[in-house]
């Protein structure tokens, strides 16, 4: 608030306003402005894709592979009765990686089964090169 510095009155608030702020935020302003406008006259091109929705894609969902780890930590494929040894589930996770499209694999892990099992299928996934993984949860058996 300006303060009146002598005169008559002194001691008394002045009553007009003080500009000087207010011209050196607008001339602050007016800078900014002229020094950015030319730069808004660049464009830049973007080509976006176009949709078509009266067109359907042919592409099947992919196959799905089933890998279960029980309590023990054995690992069966496929709803199969012979447990995996880490050699045959490593080959198993490279052939699959190999088929185009890539089939999705999915953990079915028992809620009893340590998550180092878990761990150790997801780590062999990733080396193996797969890239769809799923999590299938069961109830308690």
Do not use: C, W
């Amino acid at each position: 608030m300006a303060m009146s510095t002598g005169g008559s009155e002194s001691g008394a608030p002045m009553s007009e306003i003080n500009v000087t702020p207010l011209v050196d935020v607008m001339l602050v302003l007016l800078i900014i402005f002229m020094i950015t406008a030319p730069l808004m006259s660049h464009r830049i091109t973007v080509k976006l894709p176009t949709a078509n929705p009266h067109q359907q894609e042919n592409t099947p969902p992919p196959e799905v592979v089933d890998l279960a780890i029980k309590a023990d930590g054995s690992m069966y494929f496929q709803d199969n009765q012979n447990p995996l040894t880490d050699a045959e589930l490593k080959a198993q996770l490279q052939a699959l990686a190999q088929h185009s499209p890539q089939p999705e694999l999915q953990i079915r892990a028992a809620h009893d089964a340590e998550f180092k099992a878990v761990r150790k299928a997801l780590g062999d996934a990733k080396e193996s090169g797969l890239v769809h993984v799923g999590f299938m949860t069961t109830g308690k058996e």
